[in-house]
T-cell receptor
Framework: GAVVSQHPSWVICKSGTSVKIECRSL??????MFWYRQFPKQSLMLMAT?????????EQGVEKDKFLINHASLTLSTLTVTSAHPEDSSFYIC????????????FGEGSRLTVL | AQRVTQPEKLLSVFKGAPVELKCNYS??????LFWYVQYSRQRLQLLLR??SRESIKGFTADLNKGETSFHLKKPFAQEEDSAMYYC??????????FGQGTRLTINP
């Protein structure tokens, strides 16, 4: 089946620094990837849709300058949390769709960010 | 507004008992609904989708448009069913909106 991999799985950084999280589709190409954020014991909140070769589409309330998304190839999307603050600490999960119009998403293992 | 509601954050049943995880949705159109599951220390994965009308691991879910519900059911719970379950609504071609999730615990 389709595999999506994220790296790193866990990162700790100091306040004010930037952190990059990678999302790769290992055995398929993904022109679209989705980035979610999950707070403890809460649901997944869609942050943005990453589009290969074009700008990401951000959900309402998500700061595009804070969460930079780059989808430079058909197998890689990156999320950079710029000037991170403790409130940015969260679990970030990426996903990519399988066959078009089936609605199935393949999820990465997630990346836990802790900002000190 | 398109919304998915799972009213129960936690659900605990005994092994062998029936299970029903509730999901209600709000959608102006013909909805496509899914159940995703996340077992301990594993990634989120698709359990079933309503359009395929399949039964996976003994679970079924019927779309009830009149009640705007898509409850997940299993007649006899097993310990390995303990997990976090998310109901999701397809928005557009590929975007999913998730419910809050229900943590199911099966007691031995």
């Amino acid at each position: 089946g389709a595999v999506v991999s994220q790296h790193p799985s866990w990162v700790i950084c100091k306040s004010g620094t930037s952190v990059k999280i990678e999302c790769r589709s290992l055995d398929f190409q993904a022109t679209t990837m989705f980035w979610y954020r999950q707070f403890p014991k809460q649901s997944l909140m869609l942050m943005a849709t990453s589009n290969e070769g074009s700008k990401a589409t951000y959900e309402q309330g998500v700061e595009k300058d804070k969460f930079l998304i780059n989808h430079a190839s058909l197998t890689l999307s990156t999320l950079t949390v710029t000037s991170a603050h403790p409130e940015d600490s969260s679990f970030y999960i990426c996903s990519a769709p399988g066959l078009v119009d089936t609605g199935e998403l393949f999820f990465g293992e997630g990346s836990r960010l802790t900002v000190l | 507004a398109q919304r998915v509601t799972q009213p129960e954050k936690l659900l605990s049943v005994f092994k062998g008992a029936p299970v029903e995880l509730k999901c209600n949705y709000s959608y102006s159109g013909s909805p496509e609904l899914f159940w995703y599951v996340q077992y301990s220390r594993q990634r989120l994965q698709l359990l079933l989708r309503h359009i395929s009308r399949e039964s996976i691991k003994g679970f079924t879910a019927d779309l009830n448009k009149g009640e705007t519900s898509f409850h997940l059911k299993k007649p006899f719970a097993q310990e390995e069913d303990s997990a976090m379950y998310y109901c999701a609504l397809l928005q557009g071609a590929q975007k999913l909106v998730f419910g809050q999730g229900t943590r199911l615990t099966i007691n031995p």
